[in-house]
């Protein structure tokens, strides 16, 4: 499907879809709750508040991932933000449809404020995007400034969900890890590498980041999970109804109808651990 822009380059990018809005009842959304729970039980003894989602490389649903989780937050009404720290490919604006000017770094330079740079979602998500684009992105993001940023977003939200760079691209993962109070790591079914999961990991580890759990992105019946999708559509069934379709429900956005297709539809399973090579 096309990304299509307009002269001002706000982008409507369907790829970057929160499906637990648009599609509430589906397995997906359904999903995307579990790993919420799982984080919640991650750390017993240490409210996980700034989650940093991260992959291994470029295209693996980290952005799609970071959005959803953030939506299963905003449904039981906590006041949750996401922060793209992705400064040299950033996304997140793509989804609430903004241009990406005004973000952080512009609050990093002292251009605006934080309260001017904060994008308010109609979906209960607030989102800080990058902004003007930066010509050292690890110094800035490792600077004092930075710190107190997150400091001030800390005191303002029970939830921060921040998407980064990939792993093996570049360091700045490491370097946000120090912001954040644990790492869920994607792994996509159709094209992580094990080789490259288990370097990302031992990175991950390697700089002490606390890896809260994975989730498997991209999974679809038609690509071996037939029994799990199947058997889970069963449970579904007999809770909602038989009439109902986990992987056809239609939800309005705006004026136009989102119609699900099971091989865009970011299936996934959470808590599951990579081992690193010795």
């Known amino acids: 499907m096309a990304i299509r822009k307009n002269k001002h380059t706000t982008i409507d990018n369907p790829h970057y879809r929160i499906i637990t809005v648009e599609q509430p009842l589906s397995i997906a959304a359904e999903s995307y709750r579990r790993i919420k729970t799982s984080l919640e039980f991650a750390n017993v003894d240490k409210h996980v508040q700034v989650i940093q989602i991260c992959s291994s490389m ?35 604006h793509r989804s609430f449809r903004q241009e990406n000017k005004n973000g952080i770094t512009d609050v990093l330079a002292g251009h605006i404020s934080l309260e001017e740079a ?21 110094a800035i993001l490792g600077s004092d400034n930075m710190e107190q940023i997150f400091k001030t977003l800390r005191e303002q939200y029970e939830y921060i969900i921040v998407d980064c760079p990939p792993i093996l691209a570049v360091s700045d993962a490491a370097i946000i890890s120090r912001l954040c109070d644990g790492c869920v790591f994607v792994i996509s079914q159709s094209k992580t590498e094990k080789a490259a999961a288990r370097e990302s990991v031992k990175i991950l580890r390697d700089n002490g980041v606390n890896i809260l759990g994975c989730v ?17 559509k069963y449970y579904y069934q007999n809770y ?39």
């Open 118 to 138: 904060i994008k308010h979602g109609d979906n209960g998500i607030d989102c800080l995007n990058r902004g003007s684009k930066v010509p050292y992105p690890t």
């Open 58 to 92: 470029q295209g693996e649903g980290k952005s799609v991932t970071a959005l959803n989780i953030a939506a299963t937050y905003a449904e039981d009404s906590k006041k949750v933000i996401v922060v793209d720290l992705d400064f040299r490919r950033p996304k997140l």
């Open 240 to 278: 909602y109804g038989k009439d109902t379709n986990p992987n056809e429900a239609k939800q309005p956005l705006g004026n136009q109808v989102v119609e699900s297709d099971e091989e865009d539809q970011p299936q996934v399973e959470e808590n599951k651990q990579i081992e690193s090579d010795k």
């Open 216 to 232: 498997f992105a991209n999974l679809s019946a038609k690509r071996g999970n037939y029994y799990y999708s199947n058997k889970y």
